[in-house]
């Protein structure tokens, strides 16, 4: 029988892991483990130990994303000035600042039109502007259940230049108008990439800016 058990259970009491007794006394983990494991104040012990570390956690992550949040924010302040001189790059953001999704709260670079020269528009800005490589981008249309998938997907495909296989489910909607149609739906096309996001944001604001 081991003569430090007495040491590692004050280790113990005194709030400290497993691994901050083993390192202190060399007891194998599994040793410590047969001892305290299944004593109610050394269960508590390690709920409070994993309380700490989530907290410690919780902080930490916060602090990356704010961090990777300004460096995105930064870099969009650091490029507006050559981008805006480029007229698909005003195109592309007013675009987006009409019709995109502007939530911060998610990722996706979004936007949905009925307009296959503004939705060809808008997959130029991306690839063009943004350095978005195609193979990226996904497209998913919105249809009336009378629609034909097929020919609104050949459709959109030839429109913008998204091959099919980059489409995702299509969603169906009932209108309330029988008589009224789009002829080919609704077609969104999606990146998510929220550094992108935060830097079409900070374009747009800056361009607010600019024009008052």
């Given at each position: 029988?081991?003569?430090?058990?007495?040491?590692?259970?004050?280790?113990?009491?005194?709030?400290?892991?497993?691994?901050?007794?083993?390192?202190?006394?060399?007891?194998?983990?599994?040793?410590?483990?047969?001892?305290?494991?299944?004593?109610?104040?050394?269960?508590n012990?390690?709920?409070?130990?994993?309380?700490?570390?989530?907290?410690?956690?919780?902080?930490?992550?916060?602090?990356?994303?704010?961090?990777?949040?300004?460096?995105a924010?930064?870099?969009?302040?650091?490029?507006?000035?050559?981008?805006?001189?480029n007229?698909?790059?005003?195109?592309?953001?007013?675009?987006?600042?009409?019709?995109?999704?502007?939530?911060?709260?998610?990722?996706?670079?979004?936007?949905?039109?009925?307009?296959?020269?503004?939705?060809?528009?808008?997959?130029?800005?991306?690839?063009?502007?943004?350095?978005?490589?195609?193979?990226?981008?996904?497209?998913?249309?919105?249809?009336?259940?009378?629609?034909?998938?097929?020919?609104?997907?050949?459709?959109?495909?030839k429109?913008?230049?998204?091959?099919?296989?980059?489409?995702?489910?299509?969603?169906?909607?009932?209108?309330?108008?029988?008589?009224?149609?789009?002829?080919?739906?609704?077609?969104?096309?999606?990146?998510?990439?929220?550094?992108?996001?935060?830097?079409?944001?900070?374009?747009?604001?800056?361009?607010?800016?600019?024009?008052?």
């Amino acid at each position: 029988m081991r003569n430090d058990k007495h040491i590692a259970m004050r280790l113990r009491r005194e709030g400290k892991s497993y691994k901050e007794i083993q390192r202190e006394l060399g007891i194998p983990l599994s040793t410590l483990s047969g001892w305290f494991s299944n004593a109610e104040w050394s269960q508590n012990i390690r709920k409070n130990l994993e309380s700490k570390l989530g907290n410690k956690l919780s902080i930490a992550g916060k602090r990356r994303w704010k961090e990777w949040r300004q460096s995105a924010q930064e870099d969009g302040k650091k490029t507006y000035p050559q981008l805006r001189v480029n007229s698909l790059f005003i195109a592309g953001i007013m675009l987006y600042w009409g019709e995109g999704d502007n939530k911060l709260e998610n990722s996706y670079v979004r936007l949905g039109n009925t307009n296959p020269n503004m939705m060809r528009l808008f997959r130029r800005f991306l690839v063009e502007i943004c350095q978005i490589p195609e193979e990226k981008l996904r497209a998913g249309m919105i249809l009336y259940p009378d629609l034909n998938e097929s020919v609104s997907k050949d459709f959109w495909s030839k429109a913008t230049g998204i091959p099919k296989n980059q489409f995702y489910k299509t969603q169906y909607i009932q209108g309330r108008h029988p008589s009224k149609r789009l002829s080919n739906g609704i077609l969104q096309i999606t990146h998510c990439n929220r550094q992108l996001k935060e830097k079409i944001a900070i374009w747009i604001d800056m361009f607010q800016k600019e024009h008052p």
